[in-house]
């Protein structure tokens, strides 16, 4: 993350805080509709870039709520850009590192769908460790998604994809199952790259 974003929210606390106020406003917006459920399901895209692909998303399904994170401020700013202008009362972004905004996620909310739509590959092997596939990572989404939790993972990058479905496999927490990802349309990479591999995996909350 840019220096001048952590020199401004530079405490735990501080970045706590930032989560903890855009949810908030989530709870604020849900508390307002009759049939809140406690915890309140939100599907999350990590790394969403530029929005693209949340934004149509969350416009074809306005009864559900939708959160995309982005490291690039300029990115984020782009895409609530977008869900302003199309009036999109159910699509929230933010600039958080993913691990983080999991971390920070209110118990008022659990998170039903999750999707990683092209991560940046970091096809060297001194970057592995950069991916955001991690058994960790893998480990902190389970702990915060709901019974029916699903992971969307799509990738160009084929050396990825692999790796994914080694560290799923692999996982106590995933598994992979027969599905297609739940809206298909281009995200902003999706378009530039030639092919691609998606992988879905359903949680398993209680591993024997
Ligand atoms: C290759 S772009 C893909 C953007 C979008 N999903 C698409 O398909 O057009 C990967 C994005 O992931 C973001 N990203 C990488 N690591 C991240 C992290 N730990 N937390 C949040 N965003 C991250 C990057 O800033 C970048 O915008």
Redesign the pocket.
Known sequence: MSDEFLSQFSTVKQRRDRVGDLMAKILQKKQTLQGIRNPIPINL??????G??LTDYAQQNQTSTYVG????TK?IEKAQAKATKRFLENLFFLK????E?IEYLPSDFIIDQIY?????PWPKNRHFKRR?IQDDFLQLLAKVSSPESLLFFRSDHLPYVEWTREKIQQSENWEIVDQQLPFEHS????DLLPSHQSIVAHVIHNPC
């Open positions: 895209e990590i790394g969403c870039g530029h693209h692909w994170v982005d490291l690039i990115r958080v590192e993913a691990s905004f990683i739509m092209f991560p940046d955001l995200s902003y990479f999706q």
